[in-house]
């Protein structure tokens, strides 16, 4: 595809391709003026956009501005060079230069220059040089609090994962920038120095070519070639300088985002205070000294009265804002309340008491949001799905310590910590008690004691289980997120994954969905393995075993059974430890009859119709087997066949939802079982 050039491509092109022809091509006198009065142009244009640009990133281009506006001139130094020492005359510009700024005087006009020089190479260019460097340094520095705040923000729900997006590539273009006016700036201290020996060789050459070619005796030639050299280095140093200016308004501005003009003039003349006080010392110099009293009375005055001024116009402003302030109050209480933004349920809320806002505070050096970061980190690899937003808010209806934590809007569970303080849990083989304040931990419930900072060397040497105040809060919200995170997985985040997938295998994807299973099925068939804490990270094995059942049935209860079989190695990692036997609990042969016998098929899916003296006695029958496995100190896990698995799960998820059911299918071959007992009726 050819690709066309436009019109700014062009330009930029032919400013460069000028400068280059005038290293090579000797130029007319007046092609010259005209590149040197659009070289002055160029110079007043860029100090302007600096002094009134809102932010540094809206000329991020501004290196290569300096790289190319210095070429620019460099070139039309050796073209203005070529044309003096060739005819002794550079044109209108340089003459003009020469004679009008040195007042037509070889002395004057290069002492003014050597000014120029002076100011340009040792203020402004080392002033800028070092400014730039050090924000660089600084710039490079603070990239990584700055990343941190961005994924507070996002996990806080303070920002969307899209303005979490623009704010990095901010960031890099912030650093890429300063970075790169760090070393830009050695082009404007280059092109001071070439300027100076540019002049000086421009004077010797001029003299030799007036005594050895023109026959001109030395006074002569000196003052007819100095001149013309003088002007020519005032053309090329006050755009110059113009630039060097620029630079350094650019790497000083002390705000991001502040229009220089008004913010400049506001911080230096906006305080009457000041005003009068440099008013009353001019007029006392004036009065008291021989200066000119008219002079210093007179500006004095001036001061004075621009004080009063400013503090009329204060006082103006802090009405108009008193008085807007109380319409927009008015207006607010007149309006009808939006209530839109109610409407909008956050998926998990952790809200806590005011006593916890310091383990949330950065500034107080609390890491809770970086805990719910990893909280978010762990469950993706550990799960396979993307966690919500947590959003984190204080709320003072809640007791000082206390935490709650909502899905979709409702409380689902709560706790409360001791600031200062440190939880200690027995393992189990502690025979030593440590004093303390009795507690539950509140993720799984288990007796604790809260002990202060002192006790907390002695409870680990004891062998105690010792926790702090935010890892108790992070434990808990992860064992929360597990439990609920089958029904937190919208098909917006399906989505998603499946794009993720369609990236690398696209024929797979377009052959299951939507020709063979609906977005909402393959939902549901992930929201059933996750609800048993069956991790669907590896989504690949999973949607080729729904595409190879779905031809067949799109019950989504039995693709997810094919699914989990699928996934049988992973399965057995999860729940049936290597080298050693796992002591499990069988299902009776006439148990899982009678259980398949009862199930009926609907147009909306299968369900189990188990008489309820039946149920009950399979309920009490499964009690008696786990607190058997519990009291061996086992995980409780039943094996059943493949084809009752789902239903003996529906039937028992009530009672124990921890209880663990594998069928047959789901076990490696390599997996060694102990049937430790039997769910009888």
């Known amino acids: ?89 550079s044109g209108n510009v340089v003459k003009t230069f020469g004679e009008f700024v040195g007042g037509g005087d070889l002395i004057i006009g290069a002492i003014i220059f050597v000014i120029l020089i002076l100011i340009q190479f040792l203020v402004i260019n080392k002033g800028s040089e070092r400014v730039a460097e050090v924000t660089a340094r600084f710039t490079l520095d603070a990239m990584p609090g700055k990343q941190m705040a961005i994924d507070a923000d996002l996990n806080t729900g303070a920002i969307d994962d899209k303005e979490a997006k623009i704010r990095r590539e901010k960031i890099q273009l912030e650093s890429s920038f300063f970075g790169s006016m760090d ?48 002007g020519d280095g005032l053309v090329s140093q006050i755009p110059s300088l113009l630039i060097s200016l620029s630079t350094g308004i650019l790497v000083t501005k002390g705000g991001k985002e502040a229009d220089f003009g008004p913010t400049l003039v506001r911080q230096l003349f906006g305080v009457p205070k000041v005003m009068y006080l440099t008013g009353a010392t001019l007029a006392f110099l004036g009065l008291t000294t021989e200066l000119n009293t008219i002079l210093f009375v007179g500006m004095g005055m001036l001061f004075v009265m621009g004080g009063r001024l400013i503090a009329g116009n204060l006082e103006v402003a802090a009405i108009e804002q008193e008085v807007d302030s109380e319409e927009m109050a008015a207006e607010e209480i007149r309006q009808p309340e939006n209530v839109n933004s109610l409407l909008q349920v956050d998926p998990i809320e952790l809200e806590f008491g005011y006593g916890i806002i310091p383990l949330a505070d950065v500034n107080q050096g609390g890491d809770l949001l970086d805990r719910v970061v990893m909280i978010r980190r762990q469950i993706a690899l550990e799960l396979g799905t993307v966690v919500p937003i947590i959003r984190l808010r204080d709320n003072i209806q809640l007791n000082p310590n206390q935490y709650i934590i909502k899905i979709k809007g409702i409380q689902v569970s709560e706790g409360e910590i001791l600031f200062d303080h440190y939880m200690a849990m027995n393992p189990g083989y502690v025979e030593e008690e440590i004093t303390g304040i009795p507690t539950f931990e509140p993720s799984f419930h288990l007796p604790a004691t809260w002990i202060t900072e002192g006790q907390r060397e002695r409870a680990e040497s004891l062998g105690y289980t010792v926790v702090d105040p935010p890892s108790i809060i992070a434990t808990h919200l992860t064992e929360i997120i597990r439990k609920h995170i089958a029904e937190l997985l919208t098909r917006q985040d399906v989505q998603n994954l499946i794009n993720n997938i369609k990236e690398t295998n696209p024929s797979l994807v377009e052959e ?98 188990l008489d309820p003296a039946r149920a009950r006695a399979v309920i009490d029958s499964v009690g008696a087997e786990v607190k058997k496995l519990e009291n061996l100190g086992k995980a409780p896990i039943i094996i059943t066949s493949p084809i009752v698995r789902i239903y003996f799960k529906r039937l028992t998820e009530d009672y124990y939802p921890d209880l663990v059911v594998v069928s047959y299918n789901e076990v490696e071959s390599n997996v060694e079982l102990q049937s430790v007992g039997m769910v009888t009726a």
């Open 1 to 89: 595809m050819p690709v066309r050039l436009q019109k700014t491509d062009a330009i930029v092109a032919i400013y460069i391709l000028i400068a280059f022809i005038m290293f090579i091509v000797p130029l007319p006198a007046a092609m010259l003026d005209v590149f040197m009065a659009f070289n002055i142009a160029m110079g007043f244009t860029i100090l302007f956009v600096c002094m009134f640009t809102k932010e540094v990133l809206d000329v991020s281009y501004f290196p290569t501005i300096l790289l190319f506006t210095t070429i620019f001139r460099i070139a039309m130094n050796v073209s203005s060079t070529r044309l003096i020492l060739r005819t002794g005359d």
């Open 183 to 230: 070393g830009a700036v050695k082009y404007v201290k280059g092109d001071a120095v070439a300027g100076l020996l540019l002049t000086a060789i421009n004077l010797i050459g001029g003299i030799a070519m007036g005594v050895l070619r023109n026959g001109q005796d030395i006074g002569t030639a000196l003052d007819t070639y100095g001149i013309l050299t003088i």
């Open 512 to 609: 299951l969905v939507p020709k063979l299973l609906g977005l909402g099925e393959v939902q549901k068939v992930l929201q059933n393995l996750l609800k048993e804490g069956i991790s669907i990270r590896d989504l690949l094995t999973i949607l080729e075993t729904l595409a190879d059942y779905a031809p067949t049935t799109r019950d989504t209860d039995i693709l997810t059974e094919y699914v989990r079989q699928s996934l049988k190695r992973a399965i057995s990692t999860k729940f049936f430890p290597a080298n050693e036997a796992t002591s499990v609990v069988t299902l009776d042969p006439k148990v899982e009859q009678e259980i398949m016998g009862s199930v009926k098929q609907t147009e909306s899916g299968a369900f189990l119709n």
